[in-house]
């Protein structure tokens, strides 16, 4: 098994078929549905809220609404089916999860998207529910995760996923490595390419992109999304508390299996960071864009196909060479 992390490869560029960068198009399809680029800010409390998603499905982002305010759920998809926007949600397994998607059935409440969102997906506590969604909310695209290996990618599609999620460990505020010594930390992109090997439905990649060109990275090993929390924190949007250190603004990033989200010190697998201010997430999708746009242009292509096809190599974490961003 080839073992190597985002930081260990550079994909190779080929021959320039465009005269300008804007001419390369990001957008990607999951589902019956088109976005502007394969990136979706990850479904965390400090990341989205409701405010935010709605100007993310208004201007042609994807958006994953977090499960963390259970009772605002339905009332959000009426809202965002009222604008003719698309509604994104997540759920856990607990069994008054099967009463929302009842509920949901019920009033004829088909959100577009459902993300099953747990931190061992590959469990029958998620093929029961994927599963049940799919029986009585039979159009909704489902989402499935988080899982690990080319095993649970398999048979969370097999139960009727329509997608998977991979990414058990590496996320910024993740301790879940540490903790319990398991996961995908340390070589998230090598989990991917195996996942992806295995896949039949879109894998989407999640967590450990520390720099835009991760993202063109995450699509030539297989991904087809990516879901990014560190990155999309500390904005001037970002839901959470501000503060200011020796004149700096910074704002808080904490985990959804952290304390502060749980509101207990039980199986605690995540911890807070205090991110510096960012300014606008609109200039921070923008900058992505246009970042993804040059990958784009570097393979060689007008789209993020070309991307799946360029060559790499593994240069052993030495690609900043001292550098920072
Ligand atoms: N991507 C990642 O690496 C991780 C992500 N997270 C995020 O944290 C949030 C909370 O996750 P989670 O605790 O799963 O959600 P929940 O607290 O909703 O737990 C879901 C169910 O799964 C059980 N459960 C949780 N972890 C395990 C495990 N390792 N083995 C067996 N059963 C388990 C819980 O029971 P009980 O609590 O009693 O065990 C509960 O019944 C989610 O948003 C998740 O995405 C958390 C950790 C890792
Ligand atoms: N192990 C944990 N993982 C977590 C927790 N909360 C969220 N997450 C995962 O991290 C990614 C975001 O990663 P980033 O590197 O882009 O910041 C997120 O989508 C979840 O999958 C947690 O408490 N523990």
């Known amino acids: 098994m080839k073992i190597f992390d985002y930081e260990d490869i550079q994909l190779v560029p080929n021959k320039c078929i465009v005269n300008s960068r804007s001419e390369c198009d990001t957008t990607v399809t999951l589902g019956k549905y088109s976005f502007k680029m394969p990136v979706v800010p990850a479904n965390m409390q400090t990341i989205v809220d409701e405010t935010i998603s709605e100007w993310l499905a208004e201007n042609g982002y994807f958006y994953i609404m977090h499960r963390f305010e259970e009772e605002k759920r339905a009332p959000f998809i009426e809202r965002m089916h009222a604008k003719n926007l698309i509604a994104s949600i997540s759920v856990g397994v607990k069994d008054y999860e099967y009463g929302f998607i009842d509920e949901l059935a019920e009033k004829k409440l088909n959100p577009e998207f459902i993300t099953i969102d747990i931190a061992h997906g590959h469990s029958d506590s998620v093929i029961s529910m994927i599963k049940y ?134 199986n605690v697998e995540g911890k807070k960071i205090w991110v510096n201010h960012k300014g606008s997430l609109a200039d921070t999708l923008n900058e992505m864009q246009q970042d993804l746009q040059s990958s784009i242009s570097y393979a060689g292509g007008r789209d993020l196909e070309a991307i799946r096809k360029v060559d790499y190599v593994i240069v052993k974490n030495s690609i900043f060479n001292g550098d920072t961003i």
């Open 133 to 266: 969604i799919k029986e009585k909310l039979p159009e909704t695209f489902v989402i499935a995760g988080n899982v690990g290996t080319p095993e649970a990618v398999r048979e969370l599609e097999n139960a009727g996923a329509d997608a998977t999620k991979v990414g058990i460990g590496p996320g910024k505020v993740c301790i879940t490595k540490i903790k319990t010594g398991f996961g995908t930390g340390g070589w998230q992109l090598a989990a991917v390419r195996r996942c992806s090997k295995a896949a039949r439905k879109p894998i989407i990649a999640d967590g450990g992109i520390r720099t835009h060109g991760d993202i063109a990275k995450s699509i030539r090993f297989g991904a087809s999304m990516v879901m990014i929390g560190s990155l999309f924190a500390g904005h001037e949007e970002s839901p959470g508390e501000t503060i200011v250190v020796d004149g700096v603004v910074k704002k808080e990033y904490f985990g959804s299996a952290s304390e502060f989200q749980k509101g207990e010190k039980k």
